[in-house]
């Protein structure tokens, strides 16, 4: 395992830095289990989830001690349109957080989740958003003017996508993803072999085609915006290290958590909606319980 030193400014809210620590990387997250109002905690397995605003936790966690972050924010597309599902025209609309409030505020909204991001990001670190055109430009300014650095911009075909009711527009198939580095100095992790490996022993394109999660994902209930497990396993394997550190500010039904789980990462999750935090235990004890029986 990496022994890593980090300088930690903790408990204190943002920008104000004032306590500093020196600990080494494998006492960091015994540090944050012992901040109040965490929903759950693994021990064990090294997993937590807060039922949280992100922009009220995030201050709380010492800056440079996150190696790998995973943001599938609200893309803001919840305007009373209309989706086709199962053969069914059903209404777009994902709940109150994904409303759109207008650009501008969209804008700082992003700006500010960024920011944060960056700031608790190791130096080294990397921070992988997915959006669809609603939210993906902004991201991109956004993360341009805070001084990330970009490193890939992913095409996610989604290989059997809904028809387009209207048949007004080719059909939607794809998401993107953009892959960044906290800044120009850093000097990120990319499992070069292990993706080239997973893909026949041809280096990996920045086209995945992965399905849209199915049923099974879905048995411990549903998220209307839920991941594939197999789009998180390879984020995580792309560019992270056994017992690194993920975090997911947005969590929703823990799909990161359950892919870091099960590559043996320690995760933080911070999710606003109880009824999705339900979700993801569930499917981290599933998760536990199948790493058990395989020892
Ligand atoms: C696009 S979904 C994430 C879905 C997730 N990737 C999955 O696979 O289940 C975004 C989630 O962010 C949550 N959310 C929205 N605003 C938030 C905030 N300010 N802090 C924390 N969570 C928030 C929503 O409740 C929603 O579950």
């Known amino acids: 395992m990496r022994e890593e030193i ?10 104000t830095l004032t306590q500093e620590k020196t600990v080494s ?6 540090l944050l289990v012992n901040l109040p109002n965490y929903y759950f905690e693994d021990k064990k397995h090294k ?7 992100c922009f009220d936790v995030l201050p709380e966690f010492p800056e440079n001690s996150i190696d790998m972050i995973f943001a599938d924010p609200p893309y803001f597309l919840s305007n009373g349109g209309f989706t086709c ?12 957080w994904d409303v759109s409030k207008g650009l501008e505020e969209t804008y700082i909204f992003t700006q500010r989740w960024l920011r944060e991001c960056q700031r608790v990001l190791a130096p080294n670190g990397t921070i992988w958003v997915s959006g669809t055109s ?9 993360m341009q003017n805070l001084g990330y650095k970009i490193l890939n911009d992913i095409a ?3 290989v059997n996508p809904p028809p387009n009711l209207s048949c007004r527009y080719f059909t939607h198939s794809t998401e993107t993803i953009l892959w960044a580095a906290k800044n120009k100095e850093s000097k990120h992790y990319f499992n070069y072999n292990l993706m080239k490996k997973i893909n026949n ?9 992965i399905k849209a999660p199915g049923q099974l994902e879905k048995i411990y209930g549903k998220h209307p915006t839920q991941k594939p497990l197999e789009l998180l396993n390879r984020i995580i394997l792309a560019s992270t290290r056994h017992n690194d550190i993920v975090l997911d500010p947005f969590s929703g039904s823990g799909t990161t958590g359950l892919a870091a789980l099960k590559e043996g990462r320690q995760f933080i999750g911070i999710e606003l909606e109880e009824e999705y935090l339900k979700v993801s235990i ?8 199948s790493l058990l029986l395989r020892r």
Request: glycine fraction near 6%; charge should be positive; proline fraction near 3%.
């Open 134 to 142: 609603h939210i993906i430009y902004i991201v991109g300014s956004a």
């Open 201 to 209: 022993n041809k280096q990996m394109l920045s086209l995945w085609s």
């Open 85 to 96: 599902q199962s053969g069914k025209k059903v209404s777009v609309n994902k709940g109150r």
């Open 6 to 15: 980090y300088q930690l400014s903790f408990l204190m809210p943002m920008p």
């Open 25 to 30: 990387k494998k006492d960091i997250f015994g």
């Open 156 to 158: 996610w075909f989604k």
């Open 282 to 289: 569930k499917r981290i004890k599933d998760e536990q319980r």
């Open 47 to 53: 997993t937590i989830l807060y039922k949280e605003n």
